[in-house]
């Protein structure tokens, strides 16, 4: 019997699962390495070669060198072990999370400071199917599975 | 013997750590925040503990995906300030408790609560963050701290029921330790906040206020709270709130005691992504 995923119904939001985490294991692995300093300046240096160095899909390679976000997490990424590329990058916290929403730094910085993302009509995939919103199918929970 | 004090509630946002390490806590944006722990900070100066126990999760910090335990309790002397990706906080190494966290883990092993034990390993902002808000920038901790951290990190994290029943096994682990230590427990994590994905930057203040009405009157019933719930209603990075139940579950009430006094309760949006929560019950 396959488990019980009711998380799969909340909009823009992919929960790291077992299943995603088996997926991402190397990305994840890969985002660890960038915690030593010798290894982010080697990074940094040539990237290609060093994702060359791990069991990474294609796939999860491109992701990571144009950063697109929304697409490591999609492909087994875990936001806690992607933020050491964006410490690597230099990026905070916010300009990370912010730069998966689609909105300009400056615009979800606004949002923060105004009490953040509302709740209401936040809650359900059907919620924003209808409002149009999350237009990146690839963001969805469950999308790529 | 030794006896639970008081139990502390913080969020543990890492920007938090980042203003003060780089004296930031007078500009706008921060002000409030540490306005609201002002109180705290006097309160806990004039009842500095023997010993910390200190609910938290590591963020891809010491424990990878090579090993992802549900619960781990310190029992090293002495524990890191690791290096998170923008090198290690500028704060004091964390001194640890080894006689009492032995015993905890003993005695809570004993109680079905199947802990890893960890001798070695390095602290990220989830615990060093609630130490800066409560104690500010000293040269040393004033006192040992025992950290024992949750997974929050993959799916699913422990249900709320097992971090308050957890909590109790704790509370009834320093009862039974034979020195009388005053022993403080904080629960740190949340509150609502989602850090991925389009539905980044959610914030659910009514979700927040009623969990903090809840830890502090009807704790049995908020651990009934499922997981979808915290996930949906307070953001993918919510779910770190089951880890205040472990504190909340060591209170004597719990255990049929008489009821904590609030003494600080404050709430603020934002810091960063994320809504700080802040409670002191004694």
């Given at each position: 019997m396959p488990l019980d995923k009711p998380y799969l119904d909340v909009p823009g939001t992919t929960i790291f699962d077992a299943d995603q985490s088996r997926?991402?294991?190397?990305?994840?692995?890969?985002?660890?390495?960038?915690?030593?300093?010798?290894?982010?300046?080697?990074?940094?240096?040539d990237e290609r070669p060093y994702l060359d160095e791990w069991a990474m899909t294609e796939e999860q390679k491109l992701a990571v060198l144009s950063r697109d976000m929304n697409r490591m997490i999609s492909l087994g990424g875990n936001i806690y072990f992607l933020a050491k590329i964006g410490a690597t990058d230099g990026l905070s916290f916010q300009q990370m999370a912010g730069s998966m929403t689609g909105m300009s730094e400056d615009d979800y910085r606004q949002m923060m400071i105004g009490g953040g993302r509302p709740i209401d009509g936040n809650r359900y995939t059907h919620e924003w199917e209808t409002a149009g919103a999350g237009d990146d199918d690839d963001n969805d929970a469950g999308a790529d599975r | 013997?030794?006896?639970?004090?008081?139990?502390?509630?913080?969020?543990?946002?890492?920007?938090?750590?980042?203003?003060?390490?780089?004296?930031?806590?007078?500009?706008?944006?921060?002000?409030?925040?540490?306005?609201?722990?002002?109180?705290?900070?006097?309160?806990?100066?004039e009842q500095i503990p023997d010993v910390i126990v200190l609910v938290y999760n590591d963020h891809a910090t010491s424990f990878s995906l090579d090993m992802i335990p549900t619960f781990a309790i310190g029992t090293a002397a002495r524990f890191e300030v690791a290096d998170e990706g923008w090198g290690p906080r500028p704060v004091p190494p964390v001194i640890g408790h080894p006689a009492l966290a032995a015993h905890i883990a003993q005695s809570v092993i004993q109680q079905d609560f199947d802990l890893t034990i960890v001798n070695k390993l390095d602290v990220d902002h989830g615990?060093?963050?609630?130490?800066?808000?409560?104690?500010?920038?000293?040269?040393?901790?004033?006192?040992?701290?025992?950290?024992?951290?949750?997974n929050v990190v993959q799916y699913p994290a422990p249900s709320g029921r097992r971090c308050l029943e957890l909590g109790k096994a704790i509370g009834r682990a320093i009862a039974s330790f034979d020195e009388p230590l005053d022993v403080q427990i904080w629960g740190t994590g949340g509150m609502s906040h989602q850090?991925?994905?389009?539905?980044a930057g959610l914030i659910n203040s009514k979700f927040d206020q009623d969990f903090l009405d809840q830890l502090i009157a009807e704790p049995e019933r908020l651990a009934a709270t499922p997981h979808i719930e915290y996930l949906r209603e307070a953001g993918s990075e919510g779910i770190e709130l089951v880890m205040w139940l472990v504190a909340r579950g060591a209170m004597a009430d719990v255990a049929g005691g008489s009821a904590p006094t609030v003494r600080h309760r404050f709430y603020h949006v934002p810091a960063s992504n994320t809504a700080v929560g802040h409670l002191i019950l004694e």
């Open positions: 997926k991402g294991y190397w990305l994840n692995q890969f985002c660890m390495s960038l915690m030593g300093a010798d290894n982010r300046l080697r990074f940094k240096a | 013997m030794a006896h639970v004090s008081a139990s502390v509630y913080t969020s543990h946002v890492p920007a938090i750590g980042v203003a003060i390490d780089l004296g930031k806590t007078d500009e706008p944006y921060w002000r409030p925040v540490f306005d609201g722990y002002q109180p705290s900070r006097k309160w806990i100066a615990l060093t963050v609630p130490l800066s808000l409560m104690f500010g920038q000293p040269d040393k901790w004033p006192c040992p701290v025992i950290p024992l951290a949750v850090l991925q994905g389009p539905r």
